[in-house]
């Protein structure tokens, strides 16, 4: 496995599912971690090759769900060095 990095965004609830799919697209992104305003984390997903659409769609319904409870969280994400 190559070397990998992390990055991390504070977003409000109602950006949460955006941001996330524009990571997504992204397509270097090996995992993402969602956590709260105390740094717990709330939900953590792999985006390994060649998981697309069907597989992320229950996922990106429970993080668009979350967002409607939340305010600001922090998404870190591992990306591929």
């Known amino acids: 496995m190559g070397k990998s990095f992390y990055e991390s965004f504070k977003v409000d609830g109602e950006n949460l599912l955006k941001k996330i799919k524009e990571l997504i697209k992204e397509g270097n992104v090996r995992r993402i971690i969602i956590k709260d305003k105390q740094d717990k984390e709330l ?3 792999p985006l390994t090759v060649g998981v697309v659409g069907t597989v992320l769609a229950p996922v ?3 993080v668009g769900a ?16």
């Open 60 to 62: 990106l319904a429970a």
């Open 66 to 81: 979350m967002a409607a409870l939340i305010g600001e969280c922090t998404i870190t994400v591992e990306r591929d060095a």
């Open 43 to 45: 939900i953590v997903f």
